[in-house]
C-alpha cells in the first residue's frame, strides 16, 4: 500500500502559477507525477518521474509549462506550473505505482495503482 498526501492547487489567473506537491508513505514506488481531469473529461496523465531519478515524461500540452521534480528522502513529487492556461482547469490527482515498470507508457493512467484524493486547480481568463 501506498499513501498519497496532496497540497497545493486552489485559484489563479490565467499566466499565473501554482505549485502542487504530493508526499508518498507506505510501500516503495517506482513511477509517481500527476494526473488531472476536467468535467465531462477523461483523466489524463500531466508529468510522471520515476523515484530516484529525474527521468520524466510531461504531456504535450504542458511541456515547457510545467515542471515535476521529486524530494527523494522525502518521497515527495511536485509539480511547478507556470504560463497556466484557462484550459488547465482540472481536478489534479498525484499517482504512484509499485509495479516495476518500463518507460514505454509511463503517462498510461492504467500503469498507476495509487491514487491521491486530489486537488482542485482552477485557471481563470
Known amino acids: 500500500q501506498v499513501q498519497l498526501v496532496e497540497s497545493g492547487g486552489g485559484s489563479v489567473q490565467a499566466g499565473g502559477s501554482l505549485r502542487l506537491s504530493c508526499a508518498a508513505s507506505?510501500?516503495?514506488?517506482?513511477?509517481m507525477g500527476w494526473f488531472r481531469q476536467a468535467p465531462g473529461k477523461e483523466r489524463e496523465g500531466v508529468a510522471v518521474i520515476y523515484a530516484g531519478s529525474d527521468h520524466s515524461y510531461y504531456a504535450d500540452s504542458v511541456k515547457g509549462r510545467f515542471t515535476i521534480s521529486q524530494d527523494i528522502p522525502k518521497r515527495t513529487v511536485y509539480l511547478q506550473m507556470t504560463s497556466l492556461k484557462p484550459e488547465d482547469t482540472a481536478m489534479y490527482y498525484c499517482?504512484?505505482?509499485?509495479?516495476?515498470?518500463?518507460?514505454?507508457?509511463?503517462?498510461?493512467?492504467?500503469?498507476?495503482?495509487?491514487w491521491g484524493q486530489g486537488t482542485q486547480v482552477t485557471v481563470s481568463s
Open positions: 507506505g510501500d516503495t514506488h517506482y513511477w
Open positions: 499517482a504512484a505505482s509499485t509495479i516495476r515498470s518500463s518507460d514505454y507508457g509511463a503517462l498510461a493512467r492504467e500503469r498507476y495503482n495509487f
